[in-house]
Each structure stands twice: as C-alpha cells, then as structure tokens.
C-alpha cells in the first residue's frame, strides 16, 4: 500500500473515533427528561396480597332492584377472601370490609351483610332469607338447594344501594352470585264482611220514616205574633230617644 493512500485511511479512522466519543459527550450532557427515566425503569409487578383482581362477572342493579336483595356466594380457597370466614373477627366492621373489596364507599356499609350459615341453624339461609327479610318465598324456593348447600359466609347485597340510577358492580374473584330476589308485597284492600247482615238486601222499614220535631201550628202562630209586637215596642223605644 502506498504511504499516502495508508495516511488517508488512517485519518478517516480518527475522524469516525472523533465523532463517536462527541456523541457520547453530547448525550451525557444534555439532562434525561422524566419520561426517559420512567421508560428506563423497569414495570412494578402488582402485589398479589392487595390487588384482587375482578372476575368476568358484574352485578347489574337499577331503580326497580331497589327493594330486592342480591346473594352472593364466597369461595374460601381465594385468598382474598379470608376476612370474610371468620365473621366474628371483624368487630362489626364487616360492611365497611365488603363495601371496600366491591369498590364501594364505606358509608354503603349499611346495605351489606354478611351472614354466616353457622348461625342459622334451624333456620337456614332459604328460611332467613323469607322470614327474616320478607323476600318472595316463592323465587327463594328455586334456589333453596343451592342456598342451603353453602357452608362459607354469604354476602347480602340490597338493590337500594344503587339509588335512582343504573350501576353496574364488577365482582371480585371470589364471589359469584346465586340469585336476586324480591320482596313479597301484600296487597291493601277491604275484604269482604263475612257476617250474615252484610250479604243480601235489606227489608224495606215499615211505617213512615221519623222526621224532625216540629211546634203544632197554633204555637207558630203565637210565637209570630209575639216577635212582632217585641220588634214594634223597641222601634216605639227608638223613635221616643230621638
């Protein structure tokens, strides 16, 4: 190779370093923006203990659920379910627990409740349901079997805690729902007398129908008199003041 052909390749060999350690310079003096510092971090992972992740099912309430009541069943192998099988433990916080595992503020604890089967022996949950709350027996009857097969806490959702307007409650891994029912109305009205005056018609009343007391007519005629001669003497007593 010729000295002046190696000198020149010598020198575009410099010039590439040259540039390639300015870049390097330039990049480390210009400040990293907070969205390259994000990019540069690696993603979190979610802890499992305190994310519960939602299942693919939802509960659809609206106005005309406002009386109805929703039964949800609890599945104890869901770890995050585990404050929910020992009632007790909660200390009366049991609704301020549900309101928040289904996303809810804590002032709708008042329309959760979670019963535990334990404590209705004798009564199960079907007859708790019906006699304790007044639900349709008729509805809770369909499902009796399924109701009465739970042995894990059940959680009860009143349909009045959506208010006036459509919502929509995605459920928990871990709860799934049974059934929704409604409340037996008893209708209001006047049932028939069962007495035997009250059926039939009536016989007509003989004699003349009593009518008002009256004053025989030569009374009337004195008591006419009488008031004009009294009305005739004070207007003689006016006229003799004047």
């Known amino acids: 190779m010729k000295r002046g052909t190696r000198s020149r390749c ?64 609890v599945d104890p192998e869901v770890p995050q379910m585990a404050p929910l099988l020992a009632p007790k433990r909660l200390n009366g916080q049991a609704g301020r627990t549900l309101a928040g595992l289904l996303g809810l503020s804590p002032e709708a604890d008042g329309e959760l409740e979670l019963v535990n089967p334990e404590d209705l022996e004798g009564v199960g949950l079907a007859g708790y349901l019906v006699e304790g709350l007044g639900l349709d027996a008729a509805a809770v009857a369909g499902d009796r079997q399924r109701l009465e097969a739970l042995t894990a806490p059940a959680v009860l959702v009143r349909g009045r805690i959506a208010g006036l307007e459509e919502r929509v409650l995605p459920l928990p891994r871990g709860l799934s729902l049974i059934g929704r029912y409604g409340t037996t109305y008893t209708p209001i009205g006047l049932a028939p007398l069962s007495a035997r005056a009250a059926s039939g018609v009536l016989p007509p009343i003989p004699g003349a129908l009593p009518t008002g007391w009256r004053l025989p007519r030569a009374w009337q005629v004195a008591l006419f008199i009488f008031g004009m001669a009294l009305l005739g003497a004070l207007f003689w007593l006016a006229l003799a003041q004047l």
Do not use: C
């Not at 994000?38 to 009386?67: K, Y």
């Open 10 to 73: 010598i020198g575009f060999e410099w010039i590439e370093d040259a540039r390639e350690v300015f870049a390097q310079t330039e990049k480390l003096r210009s400040p990293k923006t907070a969205q390259d510092t994000l990019n540069e971090r690696p993603a979190m992972p979610a802890d499992p203990e305190t994310t519960i992740p939602a299942s693919a099912e939802v509960l659809s309430l609206g106005p005309t659920d406002r009386d109805a009541v929703f039964v949800l069943a």
